[in-house]
């Protein structure tokens, strides 16, 4: 069976669930897809981007609290008296507040890292409860009851197996929403912020606004999620909306699998489920009326995160047919557009240079009055013996760093106070010593990243899925430049399986679907076999004769004697040697770096 019937076969019960199961259940279903959709916004926020947040209840609050405001108070502000009190207007109204509130909130602590920011949004959700529960004209902690039941088309939602459709349909439009938008250039910006946001941005991507973005997104399905939950009780307190269902919501994702969208649902689904029955029977098993299900769930929790830390989700994709994880993989259209190129400079332009770059680290000198130049279509080595200050001297050329002193010019612009976002938009394009891949991601999607600069289509149109022309192009040059690169064959490959080897070979095709004019190579041959260091070789060289300025740093004598055409020789911090290989390979203060003046 294809995972389409299933998905036809779970959509089939969800619609005949309501006609078919006691009042009380549908109730339970509500409630988890009320649940589900906030714990969507948290795959998105936590389980994709990386950032917990606690908070999301609050949210939620805000939501259900706008929309019981506006259509129950008698003093509606005269600019919304024609709304009249509508349920449409306080989502609408209620979703700008939430926007405005998380974009407020993200500004403030999206830049924290680490514990900071899980500790940012506790703070935010406790702000926001006892905001709730002080104001008067909201009821206080007793709370605004009366609301309307919802009405669509005539149809008045007024009893569970009525809102039930309304809550499924937009749960389903959320996840459709969601994965459209993870299968996307913006969604594959989003994926790297976990663990990859230094390589992000030297791809490009603005690492800032895809954690506004998630964040955003993450707040309004919460928002939503409370004006269906206020709409479906008809009364709201602030009990619902504090930390302790934030924690809540957290626990539904990881339960469920924190990682994908069908795990929002699941986990939901499980906890919801898992909190009913324990309330059920725990009291008949143990008697008396302790909260029991607290204490069991936390132990099975604990336990859980102990055996599958990645949540049940990824088990049952484990047990799934092969044929069936593979679905996913989007096929490259071979008649796709492709990319339009950047004009190179001409051959032997100067393209990149140090002017008595110098870099302290407190009293270490690791980069001494440095100078070097790199012109179109050359490659030049930097080499140097261990500590020499190599690394640091390509951290100031790619705008990683800033020198103490000096400055680096790329295409006659000084590269001081620019981000290394802003200079591979300029065209510098690198790979990373230690490499930097999302090793959970397919080499395509990975390479796919790399031409991240080349697309425009936002996160609208990757929502509704129509960018697809855009995708195709955008894939269809990742896949040259894997084929370029020998690796075409691996397309649908997990990156993390690929040899140390094939993965920095994949690191330059991601930096080639940028575009650059410079590429800056760090130890390119580290850990390739002879036959790929050839091939590798055998590719700069080509690279080279179409114009591109390549810098490399790299131990392996061989592979540089036979490839750059320029050497600059790195000892200490500063530069004791500059010419053509044969003239590297002879000169006696190299020799002495190197062999300690053995001759
Ligand atoms: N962020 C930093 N803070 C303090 N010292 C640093 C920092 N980065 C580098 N150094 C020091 O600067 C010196 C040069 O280091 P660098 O990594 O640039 O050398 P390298 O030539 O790249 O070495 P390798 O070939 O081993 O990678 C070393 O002594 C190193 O300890």
């Known amino acids: 069976m294809k995972p389409r019937y299933l998905i036809i076969i779970g959509l089939?019960?969800?619609a005949i669930a309501p006609q078919v199961l006691p009042t009380f259940q549908v109730t339970l279903l509500n409630y988890i897809g009320l649940y589900a959709l906030v714990v969507l916004g948290l795959v998105l926020l936590t389980g994709v981007g990386g950032m917990t947040s606690f908070g999301q209840a609050a949210f939620v609050g805000l939501g259900a609290y706008?929309?019981?405001y506006l259509t129950t108070t008698e003093q509606l502000p005269s600019w919304l008296a024609w709304s009249a009190g509508s349920p449409w207007i306080g989502l609408l109204i209620g979703l700008l507040l939430t926007a405005a509130v998380a974009l407020f909130l993200g500004a403030l602590t999206l830049k924290l890292s680490g514990h900071y920011l899980p500790l940012g949004t506790i703070a935010w959700g406790i702000s926001l409860y006892y905001l709730f529960g002080t104001m008067s004209s909201m009821g206080g902690h007793t709370g605004i009851s009366g609301l309307p039941s919802l009405s669509l088309f005539g149809v008045v939602l007024d009893k569970g197996e009525k809102i039930y459709y309304l809550i499924w349909v937009i749960l389903l439009a959320a996840v459709w929403i969601t994965s459209n938008l993870l299968n996307s250039?913006?969604?594959?910006?989003?994926?790297?912020?976990?663990?990859?946001?230094?390589?992000?941005?030297?791809?490009?991507?603005?690492?800032?606004?895809?954690?506004?973005?998630?964040?955003?997104?993450?707040?309004?399905?919460?928002?939503?999620?409370?004006?269906?939950?206020?709409?479906?009780q008809r009364f709201v307190n602030p009990t619902p909306f504090g930390l302790s269902m934030g924690i809540d919501y957290l626990f539904m994702a990881l339960i469920g699998g924190v990682g994908s969208v069908w795990g929002a649902l699941l986990g939901a689904g499980i906890l919801t489920m898992l909190k009913q029955w324990l309330q059920d029977w725990l009291p008949l098993i143990?008697?008396?009326?302790?909260?029991?299900?607290t204490i069991v769930l936390g132990l099975l929790i604990v336990f859980m995160m102990q055996r599958s830390p990645g949540g049940i989700w990824p088990l049952l994709v484990r047990l799934a047919p092969a044929s069936w994880r593979n679905q996913n993989h989007i096929k490259v259209d071979a008649s796709a557009e492709n990319?339009?190129?950047?004009?190179?400079?001409?051959?032997?332009?100067?393209?990149?240079?140090?002017r008595n770059v110098t870099r302290r680290f407190g009293g270490l000198v690791a980069n001494n009055q440095m100078n070097l130049q790199l012109h179109?279509?050359?490659?030049?080595?930097?080499?140097?013996?261990?500590?020499?200050?190599?690394?640091?001297?390509?951290?100031?050329?790619?705008?990683v760093d800033t020198p103490s002193e000096g400055e680096v010019l790329f295409l006659d612009q000084s590269l001081k106070g620019k981000t290394s976002r802003e200079v591979a938009h300029m065209g510098m394009s690198r790979t990373f010593q230690h490499v930097k891949l999302l090793t959970t991601m397919t080499v395509l999607e990975n390479v796919a990243l790399g031409t991240h600069m080349r697309g425009n289509k936002g996160i609208?149109?990757?929502?509704?899925?129509?960018?697809?022309?855009?995708?195709?192009?955008?894939?269809?040059?990742?896949?040259?430049?894997?084929?370029?690169?020998?690796?075409?064959?691996?397309?649908?490959?997990?990156?993390?399986?690929?040899?140390?080897?094939?993965?920095?070979?994949?690191?330059?095709?991601r930096a080639l679907c940028a575009d650059p004019c410079v590429l800056l190579l760090d130890e390119p041959a580290a850990g390739l076999r002879h036959k790929e260091k050839q091939a590798l070789a055998e590719l700069l060289q080509k690279l080279r004769q179409e114009g591109l300025a390549i810098l490399l740093v790299e131990h392996d004598m061989d592979f540089v004697m036979n490839l750059a055409d320029r050497i600059v020789v790195m000892e200490f911090g500063e530069k004791i040697a500059e010419g053509l290989p044969e003239e590297i390979q002879s000169n006696p203060a190299v020799l002495e770096a190197y062999l300690g003046g053995a001759e």
């Not at 490009?204 to 997104?217: D, E, Q």
């Not at 143990?286 to 299900?293: D, I, L, P, R, S």
Request: no cysteine; glycine share 12%.
């Open 376 to 399: 179109a279509g050359e490659v030049l080595a930097l080499i140097g013996p261990n500590g020499a200050g190599k690394s640091t001297m390509f951290n100031q050329l790619s705008a």
């Open 12 to 14: 089939v019960l969800l």
């Open 460 to 509: 609208i149109s990757a929502s509704l899925h129509i960018e697809r022309e855009e995708e195709q192009r955008l894939l269809k040059e990742a896949q040259f430049q894997l084929e370029r690169v020998g690796l075409g064959e691996h397309l649908y490959t997990e990156a993390g399986s690929l040899s140390l080897g094939q993965q920095r070979i994949l690191e330059i095709a």
């Open 185 to 232: 250039r913006e969604g594959r910006a989003i994926r790297a912020l976990k663990g990859g946001q230094l390589m992000a941005e030297s791809m490009g991507v603005n690492t800032f606004r895809s954690k506004m973005v998630i964040f955003l997104i993450s707040a309004l399905f919460a928002g939503i999620s409370g004006w269906l939950y206020a709409h479906t």
């Open 66 to 68: 706008s929309t019981a």
């Open 286 to 293: 143990m008697g008396g009326n302790g909260q029991y299900e």
């Open 339 to 354: 990319l339009p190129r950047r004009d190179l400079p001409e051959k032997g332009q100067l393209v990149l240079e140090a």
